[in-house]
C-alpha cells in the first residue's frame, strides 16, 4: 500500500512537472527606424515646394486635407488648408509635423508601437502617434517634416510621403 501511494505521488508530481512549460519568448522587436541628424531648417522656396506637392496628391485622390511644413525644432514655416478641410486638421497636421520633425522619423512609427501594444509613446505629449508626420531629408539630414491631416491615417502618410519627397 506504501508503495503504491508514493508511485501515486510521483506520478502525480510528474504530470504537474510536464504540465509546466517554459515561458513563450517575447517577440523581437521591430527594427529601429533610420534617424538622420540635423540640417539646416527647411527654406520657405522648398516648403511652397513641399506644400504644392501635398495639395497635387490630395487632389489627384480626391482628398481635402490640411498641411504644415516646420523645420527642425518643429516650429512653423508654412501652412495650407485646402478649401473644406475640417477645422480640426489645422492643429492635427501641425502636430503631426512637430513630432516627426522633433524625433526624426515619421509618426507612423509610434502609430505602429501602439498598435503592436508598446504604449509608451502616449505617455510623451510631444509624440502623436498617428500616421500623416513624415520628415523632410535632404542629403542625409533633416531638414524639416510635413504634417498631413483630413483623409484616414494612411492617406494622410501617403500624402506626407510624397511631399516630403518633393525636395529630394
Same mark, same amino acid.
Given at each position: 500500500?506504501?508503495?503504491?501511494?508514493? =508511485?501515486?505521488?510521483?506520478?502525480? /508530481?510528474?504530470?504537474?512537472?510536464?504540465?509546466?512549460?517554459?515561458?513563450?519568448?517575447?517577440?523581437?522587436?521591430?527594427?529601429?527606424?533610420?534617424?538622420?541628424?540635423?540640417?539646416?531648417?527647411?527654406?520657405?522656396?522648398?516648403?511652397?515646394?513641399?506644400?504644392? =506637392? &501635398?495639395?497635387?496628391?490630395? *487632389?489627384?485622390?480626391?482628398?481635402?486635407?490640411? /498641411?504644415?511644413?516646420?523645420?527642425?525644432?518643429?516650429?512653423?514655416?508654412? /501652412?495650407?488648408?485646402?478649401?473644406?478641410?475640417?477645422?480640426?486638421?489645422?492643429?492635427?497636421?501641425?502636430?503631426?509635423? *512637430?513630432?516627426?520633425?522633433? /524625433?526624426?522619423?515619421?509618426?507612423? +512609427?509610434?502609430?505602429?508601437?501602439?498598435?503592436?501594444?508598446?504604449?509608451?509613446?502616449?505617455?510623451?505629449?510631444?509624440?502623436?502617434?498617428?500616421?500623416?508626420?513624415?520628415?523632410?531629408?535632404? &542629403? !542625409?539630414?533633416?531638414? !524639416? &517634416?510635413?504634417?498631413?491631416?483630413?483623409?484616414?491615417?494612411?492617406?494622410?502618410?501617403? +500624402?506626407?510621403?510624397?511631399? =516630403? =519627397?518633393?525636395?529630394?
Amino acid at each position: 500500500m506504501r508503495l503504491a501511494v508514493i =508511485a501515486a505521488c510521483a506520478a502525480l /508530481f510528474a504530470t504537474a512537472a510536464s504540465a509546466q512549460t517554459s515561458p513563450a519568448a517575447p517577440a523581437a522587436a521591430p527594427a529601429p527606424p533610420t534617424i538622420y541628424p540635423y540640417g539646416a531648417p527647411v527654406l520657405q522656396e522648398q516648403a511652397r515646394k513641399v506644400l504644392a =506637392a &501635398a495639395e497635387a496628391e490630395a *487632389r489627384k485622390n480626391g482628398w481635402v486635407m490640411s /498641411f504644415a511644413v516646420v523645420e527642425p525644432s518643429g516650429e512653423l514655416v508654412a /501652412f495650407q488648408k485646402m478649401d473644406g478641410a475640417g477645422y480640426g486638421s489645422i492643429e492635427v497636421s501641425q502636430l503631426k509635423a *512637430r513630432s516627426a520633425a522633433r /524625433f526624426g522619423r515619421e509618426t507612423k +512609427v509610434f502609430a505602429d508601437g501602439v498598435a503592436a501594444g508598446r504604449l509608451g509613446a502616449l505617455d510623451i505629449d510631444a509624440i502623436v502617434a498617428v500616421e500623416g508626420g513624415v520628415p523632410i531629408v535632404l &542629403a !542625409g539630414k533633416t531638414i !524639416g &517634416a510635413i504634417g498631413v491631416s483630413g483623409a484616414t491615417a494612411a492617406q494622410d502618410g501617403q +500624402v506626407g510621403r510624397a511631399a =516630403a =519627397a518633393a525636395v529630394q
